[in-house]
């Protein structure tokens, strides 16, 4: 026996800060009821109307007004939607992650790096070593005021009200300056290994050099005691 696939309701279309145009159709002291064109009117209160404090809810809005609303919070169990007139922040505290990839638009330079709108309560703050793995000598070196720009979350504190971002997080490291890094974590040899190396070299070089002319002479036989001797000698060294 088919049966028919479930049609979802329009409260389950809809999302939390979601945009709509809606018609006020009654004020009241404590706020405004407004028609979204959904099952059920949306509410307004008189603290939602405008950022500034409201001391009469028809100083901002009458009845039959076209107004912008969002939805700002869902209450399954209730008769209205709880609606804002003042928009909400494209990107909240506690939607900030750690690793998260952003938008945003490049709005203030400083000296130690640039500012960034991405849509929270304050810009991020992507410092110069942030914006790119070469070295540049400021910001604008590498972008510009009002350019769209993408960038990684490094850290953040809401209650410093601060957003540490990286540009260059999104791309990988160039080839030569990972190669660089390599060396720099290798020991560096100590002057005693490097005159061993050296006497070795040079060893090599007068062994190969008698060989060629005299086969089997005594210099090769001194040449190997030589290098077994410098190998003995650089192991109590060690120890």
């Not at 638009?105 to 849509?119: A, H, L, M, S, W």
């Not at 720009?149 to 260059?168: E, G, M, P, T, W």
Request: hydrophobic share 40%; no cysteine; charged share 35%.
């Amino acid at each position: 026996m088919e049966t028919s696939p479930v049609q979802p309701t329009q409260e389950s279309q809809v999302e939390r800060k979601k945009r709509f145009s809606g018609k006020v159709i009654k004020v009241t002291l404590a706020g405004a009821v407004v028609d979204i064109g959904l099952d059920k009117p949306g509410v307004v209160h008189i603290s939602q109307l405008r950022v500034e404090p409201v001391k009469r809810v028809d100083e901002v809005v009458q009845l039959g007004q076209q107004v912008d609303v969002w939805l700002r919070r869902m209450k399954p169990d209730a008769n209205y939607y709880d609606l804002t007139m003042i928009e909400p922040l494209g990107l909240e505290w506690r939607e900030i992650k750690k690793g998260m990839v952003v938008s945003g638009k490049v709005v203030k330079f400083e000296k130690f790096g640039v500012f960034i709108d991405i849509g929270a309560e304050r810009p991020g703050l992507a410092h110069v070593s942030e914006l790119s793995h070469d070295y540049i000598r400021s910001a604008e070196d590498v972008v510009k005021l009002g350019e769209e720009v993408q960038a990684k979350v490094l850290d953040f504190d809401r209650r410093k009200r601060q957003i540490k971002l990286s540009l260059k997080a999104l791309h990988d490291e160039p080839k030569a300056i990972l190669e660089v890094q390599e060396e720099a974590r290798e020991p560096a040899k100590t002057a005693f290994e490097l005159a061993y190396l050296r006497a070795m070299a040079n060893a090599e070089g007068q062994s190969d050099t008698v060989a060629s002319v005299e086969p089997g002479s005594k210099n090769k036989k001194v040449s190997t005691e030589q290098e077994e001797i410098l190998a003995r000698t650089l192991e109590n060294r060690r120890k």
